[in-house]
T-cell receptor, first 113, second 113 residues
């Protein structure tokens, strides 16, 4: 039973560049949520995808965008990277849009220099 | 006021001690509550859901106080392996949808021999 998988594991980008992070949900899950976790902070909600649509969004600028594919996998795109975007990006999957518990991937650690 | 607030600690306790964490939330319409555990540089993992009547899972007890809008986690007979960050998670509902799951900053527990 495959859990949530994210790629890449680590990434180093330069300020102003664009980045795409990928996530495959746990088998049987259809909802994907993305979180940003800075050092010493709790995960901050970016957005949630269900049925290939963005269903909920946190307080993140439009530079953060996403997509969900028919196979439920998802991408997170960040444009015009800032130094402050350096963080651990966590993908979490769940079943349906009810509040079923989240299952997290190992995360992608993004460093912006 | 933050949506979900926790005392970041750290809580330093000896093995065998009982320790309690509290978490307050701001949205009185919240319906779902969880505690997650996060080890250093790892992804969060579900520890337990929190039910209205309170619930217990081995050495862990979770309580919900809707009137005061806080949840608590009690750990009895602390083990060295309990050392981690404990994240309080609350849903923020939206009509016709589940809303989003919001994490607190986390409370760090260090159990000493």
């Amino acid at each position: 039973d495959a859990g949530v998988t994210q790629s890449p594991t680590h990434l180093i980008k330069t300020r102003g560049q664009q980045v795409t992070l990928r996530c495959s949900p746990k088998s049987g899950h259809d909802t994907v949520s993305w979180y940003q976790q800075a050092l010493g902070q709790g995960p901050q909600f970016i957005f949630q995808y269900y049925e290939e649509e963005e269903r909920q969004r946190g307080n993140f600028p439009d530079r953060f965008s996403g997509h969900q594919f028919p196979n439920y996998s998802s991408e997170l795109n960040v444009n015009a990277l800032l130094l402050g975007d350096s963080a651990l990006y966590l993908c979490a999957s769940s079943l349906g849009v009810r509040d079923s518990p989240l299952h997290f991937g190992n995360g992608t650690r993004l460093t912006v220099t | 006021r933050k949506e979900v607030e926790q005392d970041p600690g750290p809580f330093n306790v000896p093995e065998g001690a009982t320790v309690a964490f509290n978490c307050t939330y701001s949205n009185s319409a919240s319906q779902s509550f969880f505690w997650y555990r996060q080890d250093c540089r790892k992804e969060p993992k579900l520890l337990m859901s929190v039910y209205s009547s309170g619930n217990e899972d081995g050495r862990f007890t979770a309580q919900l106080n809707r009137a005061s809008q806080y949840i608590s986690l009690l750990i009895r007979d602390s083990k060295l392996s309990d050392s981690a960050t404990y994240l309080c998670v609350v849903n923020y509902p939206r009509s016709g949808n589940t809303g989003k799951l919001i994490f607190g900053q986390g409370t760090t527990l260090q159990v000493k021999p």
